[in-house]
């Protein structure tokens, strides 16, 4: 028993992580509803006020406990539907219908707002500090002008997984072979302040077929987790000759200790000489390909188990160093230590895994040459004659 490896599952932390989260598509809360958000283990409510300004506060009154996203929009703020106490985007109650006068505590819990590429999101840190808009994710360059096609916008709940779990996917060169059928050729990585970058080079495996698999597929990615949610991955894609540039967007919400909602987005620069109608249906195809691909990462995200002392070999990357990073988030500002911000690059060497898997591929393509062969060689059942 002393030479058993046991597997650590912990705990998933105690508090949901500080810093910017994208909550959907800004424009989905443009219709004079009042929206609810399931997040950071409550609720939020989200409207648009007269102004067009997009307010997100504690979905619950704080009166008698009313759920504001079944009230209504009353001018600039949200009416709560048990006793009609009306909220403005700042947090304060406005207005009592029925009393003289407002307390002067009537205030809730409100959330810093900013829209970035068309998505809104939203500040959170449990110290309640003032939102930090020098680590907002970058604007897309040309996205405003028009230079991409719309977004193809998924999401897709998570249940029995902490979204830490997804993170460990930025080091994980061997999982894009087996989880989504390529080989990646390069893979470095950069982790520095509140970013963490994957750079990979990847071809698609001819004998498999979904996510990235198809041996004319040539992929050149960075991608980059601009603070503990918020991923933009830039692709260069070569598909039979033809290049697009792809953009993915990547994100998460924290629902509860054991639950996430996982986003993701997809544009593509409109290649030139190209009508709308077919850079949007590229765009769709492209989004259809990238969505399958976390499709398979949702499938394991939803059967493993949380490991906090994982066993590594070289190739599995700086497990750990990420880990490091990525706790800047989920503690106080004050207890952030140098290592989890201070520079930090690491490159895998493909060599001997490229050389396995090319074998291996290699022997999967002659065996279902072989189950082809076969199946043609096979006589056909002559056609029995009846008798009615």
């Given at each position: ?19 910017w ?20 283990g ?29 009230g209504?929009v ?6 709560c539907?048990?006793?009609?106490w ?21 205030r ?5 707002t900013?829209?970035?590429n ?19 994710p ?8 028009g230079?991409y096609t ?7 709940e998570?249940e ?8 460990d996917?930025?080091?994980?060169m ?7 059928f390529?080989?990646p ?19 698609g495996r001819?004998?498999?077929?979904g996510g ?7 992929l ?18 070569d ?6 540039e ?33 850079a ?6 492209y989004a259809d ?5 976390f499709?398979?990462?949702v499938?394991?995200?939803?059967n493993?188990v949380?490991v ?7 190739e599995?990357g ?9 706790e ?10 140098p ?5 930090f ?8 895994a490229?050389e396995f ?12 040459a072989?189950e082809?062969a076969?199946?043609?060689?096979q006589p056909?059942?002559?056609?029995m004659?009846?008798?009615?």
């Amino acid at each position: 028993m002393a030479e058993t490896r046991f597997l650590d599952q912990g705990k998933p932390p105690e508090r949901f992580a500080r810093g910017w989260h994208c909550i959907g598509m800004a424009d989905s809360f443009r219709d004079g509803k009042p929206h609810g958000i399931e997040a950071f283990g409550g609720k939020l409510v989200v409207w648009q006020s007269t102004d067009g300004e997009l307010n997100v506060l504690d979905g619950y009154c704080r009166h008698m406990g009313g759920d504001l996203t079944q009230g209504e929009v009353k001018g600039d703020e949200i009416a709560c539907p048990f006793h009609d106490w009306r909220w403005g985007g700042d947090g304060k109650c406005k207005q009592i219908p029925y009393a003289r006068r407002v307390p002067l505590r009537a205030r809730t819990q409100r959330y810093e707002t900013a829209i970035v590429n068309d998505q809104l999101l939203i500040w959170h840190d449990v110290e309640g500090s003032k939102a930090d808009y020098d680590v907002l994710p970058p604007q897309l360059p040309g996205l405003a002008e028009g230079e991409y096609t719309d977004w193809v916008w998924v999401a897709e709940e998570i249940e029995g997984s902490n979204c830490r779990e997804l993170i460990d996917n930025v080091v994980d060169m061997a999982h894009f072979y087996y989880v989504h059928f390529a080989f990646p050729t390069s893979f470095r990585n950069v982790f520095e302040g509140t970013q963490a970058t994957q750079f990979m080079e990847s071809k698609g495996r001819p004998d498999k077929t979904g996510g990235y698999g198809d041996a004319e597929l040539f992929l050149k990615s960075e991608a980059t987790y601009y603070g503990p949610s918020y991923m933009i991955n830039w692709l260069d894609t070569d598909y039979k000759g033809f290049n697009t540039e792809v953009v993915l967007v990547n994100c998460h919400v924290p629902t509860g200790p054991d639950s996430f909602r996982l986003q993701y987005g997809i544009t593509v620069k409109r290649p030139e000489g190209l009508d709308e109608k077919t850079a949007n249906f590229i765009a769709k195809k492209y989004a259809d390909m990238f969505g399958s691909g976390f499709l398979q990462d949702v499938h394991i995200w939803k059967n493993k188990v949380p490991v906090q002392n994982p066993l590594l070999c070289e190739e599995d990357g700086p497990v750990y160093q990420l880990r490091r990073w990525y706790e800047q988030f989920y503690v106080d500002q004050a207890d952030v230590e140098p290592e989890m911000v201070d520079r930090f690059e690491f490159e895998v060497d493909t060599t001997k895994a490229n050389e396995f898997w090319q074998e291996e591929v290699a022997e999967n393509l002659r065996k279902k040459a072989d189950e082809d062969a076969a199946e043609e060689a096979q006589p056909e059942t002559p056609q029995m004659m009846s008798g009615t």
